[in-house]
């Protein structure tokens, strides 16, 4: 092969600028495309009974500890009215609390508050409260949470 004469030293040239746009180009188009086409696993998630509902008085919270590896705090904001978030603070991971006099979640680390709906209302915590699905079956409480990977 002979690359010595400037003809084909430039096409040479402008084949290997091609090939190099053209190739990451269709490696990326080629990763969209297998990401369209190849559905992702959905998370597991599985439903756990966790209290009996007249255990539970209206205002007042429950710590659910390894729910399936989830720590669990429910709390019951009125009659049918239960909730249930992830015990871990957004901040720094510090186990937050219901303060029943406050009406809101306390994370004591940081002074961090979480509203009774998980939104951040003072303190550093950058995101709500990671909440779980509840599910109310006559007087018991049940929460759908993520399964811990093995
Ligand atoms: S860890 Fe909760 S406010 Fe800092």
């Keep these: 092969m002979e690359l010595r004469t400037p003809t084909r030293r430039r096409d040479f040239l402008a084949n290997l600028a091609v090939a190099l746009t053209v190739i990451p180009g269709v490696a990326i188009a080629a990763r969209y495309v297998l990401a369209y086409l190849v559905p992702r696993r959905a998370a597991a998630v599985r439903e756990v009974m966790l209290a009996r509902l007249d255990a539970l008085p209206v205002?007042?919270?429950?710590?659910?500890?390894?729910?399936l590896g989830n720590d669990v705090l429910v709390v019951r904001l009125g009659d049918g009215d239960v909730r249930a978030f992830s015990?871990?603070?957004?901040h720094l991971g510090c186990r937050v609390v219901w303060d029943q006099q406050e009406g809101n979640f306390l994370c004591p680390c940081h002074m961090g508050r979480f509203d009774p709906t998980g939104k951040v209302i003072a303190g550093p915590p950058p995101a709500p409260l990671p909440s779980f699905s509840v599910r109310l079956d006559r007087d018991?409480?049940?929460?759908?949470?993520?399964?811990?990977?093995?």
């Design 87 to 90: 015990v871990v603070c957004t």
């Design 140 to 150: 018991a409480v049940y929460v759908t949470v993520p399964v811990e990977e093995v």
């Design 59 to 67: 205002g007042t919270s429950r710590e659910f500890r390894g729910v």
